[in-house]
């Protein structure tokens, strides 16, 4: 690992100066200084020498960003350094939100759960394997070094939003659920604070993959919203996966519906596991306002929703399993409508 200084930051602005006095700011994965959390992605990623770092500004003991509120009447509110067990196990959560907690609950281990920041989880990094290993080139992990995966093992990559430069998924379940809702996120940087919707913190790999969110590197997520919806009630995170825990989606749906007099009114759905971040499906949503909630409406909509996916070889499969996966999802939300 590369030598690296180590600061504790006990307020926003202390963590602020801390960042900028380190940084050099280079590329995505370059030799910056960059906010510790809970450590499971950056610890991992820096012994593995994917990510380096000349200063680590540890801000787990900034209390301002540990604050969860669930019970707002306009927003939800979750502080950057929430834990993901906390918010998991969160009871209006698990009431009013389901597809949120379940997102959190179906996520890694016990263990990594009870160490991990909502905020980092928002910003780890594509598990494709030719990123964590250095011996093969990626053009997320070394610009211009080129994509193993294109012609090697694409299995679990991206059948929308990959490019001719990268095809990695995004591999975090909160953010997905995050996006069915409209959540927004405010961070703060030197140069003052901004809001970004949720949907527009992740990029698109493009010709730069290796850069993957719109922060720059000594931006600070303080805190991420989510607006009160009574869509939240009957939702749900519908996870498959090559095993039944510890594993990242194959394919994962989160979906919200408002029914009413037998029709549904409202409906959001987004994807994960599939894209190279997360991705809603609004061709799908719009194919089930105004009618009834059935295994034959539902599976229309799961079709729609894979109409223009570009699968590759080895990630074919996708394409038979996906549509079922997102009508199981809808089923299952139907039901909680009918509570
Ligand atoms: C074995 C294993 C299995 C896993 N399985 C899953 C899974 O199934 N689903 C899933 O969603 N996740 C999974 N994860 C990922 C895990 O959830 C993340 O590693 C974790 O959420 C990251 O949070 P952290 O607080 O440890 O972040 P850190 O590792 O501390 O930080 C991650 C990144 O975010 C930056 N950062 C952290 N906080 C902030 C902030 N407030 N503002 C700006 N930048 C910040 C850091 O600089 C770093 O670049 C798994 C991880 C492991 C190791
Ligand atoms: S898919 Fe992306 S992360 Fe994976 S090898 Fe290609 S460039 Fe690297």
Known sequence: MDNFTYVRATSVTNALQAIGDGSGHGN???HHGRFLAGGTT????????VLHANRLVDITSIRELQTVSTTGTTELVFGAL???SDVAADPTLLRAYPALAESLQQAASEQLRNMATLGGNLLQRTRCEYFRGTSYPCNKRSPGSGCAALAGLNRGHAIFGGSDSCIATYPGDFAVALAAFDAQVDAVSPRGARTIPLLDLHRLPGDTPHLDTVLEPDELIVRIRVPVTPLGRASTYHKVRDRESYAFATVSSAVAILVDGGLVRDARIALGGVATKPWRAPAAERS????????????RAGTLAFDDATPRTA??????LDPKSLAQALMIAKERSER
């Open 42 to 49: 950056l610890v991992d990623l820096m012994r593995l020498d």
């Open 82 to 84: 929430a834990k993901m």
């Open 28 to 30: 995505g994965n370059g």
């Open 288 to 299: 089930l306002v105004g009618q009834p909630l059935t295994w034959e409406t539902a599976y």
């Open 315 to 320: 990630s074919r499969f996708k394409m038979s």
